[in-house]
């Protein structure tokens, strides 16, 4: 149980970094890395949300922003 859940703080962690790479880059041009890198940082994240059982509030909040992100980019 306590790997479960440190997975999950780890996966929040993750995602929050992936998201603030991202807000970062994305005030410059946007390229294929960035696609990859937030296709890894989802990727990252499903399987942490599949071995856990779920996400607790805050691990679904990161991913939250990280998918707002996202939807921001894909805009431009």
Same mark, same amino acid.
């Given at each position: 149980?306590?790997?479960?859940?440190?997975?999950? /703080?780890? !996966?929040?962690?993750?995602?929050?970094?992936? !998201?603030?790479?991202? $807000?970062? /880059? %994305?005030?410059?041009?946007? +390229?294929?890395?960035? +696609?990859?890198?937030?296709? $890894?940082?989802?990727?990252? !994240? *499903?399987?942490?949300? $599949? *071995? !856990? %059982? %779920?996400? +607790?509030? +805050?691990?679904? $909040?990161? *991913?939250?922003?990280?998918? &707002?992100?996202?939807?921001?980019? &894909?805009?431009?």
């Amino acid at each position: 149980m306590q790997i479960k859940l440190e997975s999950v /703080k780890l !996966a929040k962690q993750y995602m929050r970094r992936v !998201a603030t790479e991202l $807000q970062t /880059k %994305g005030t410059m041009e946007k +390229d294929s890395s960035m +696609d990859y890198m937030l296709l $890894q940082g989802v990727r990252f !994240a *499903f399987r942490i949300h $599949q *071995f !856990a %059982g %779920g996400f +607790d509030a +805050d691990t679904m $909040q990161a *991913f939250e922003e990280l998918r &707002n992100v996202a939807l921001v980019l &894909n805009r431009k």
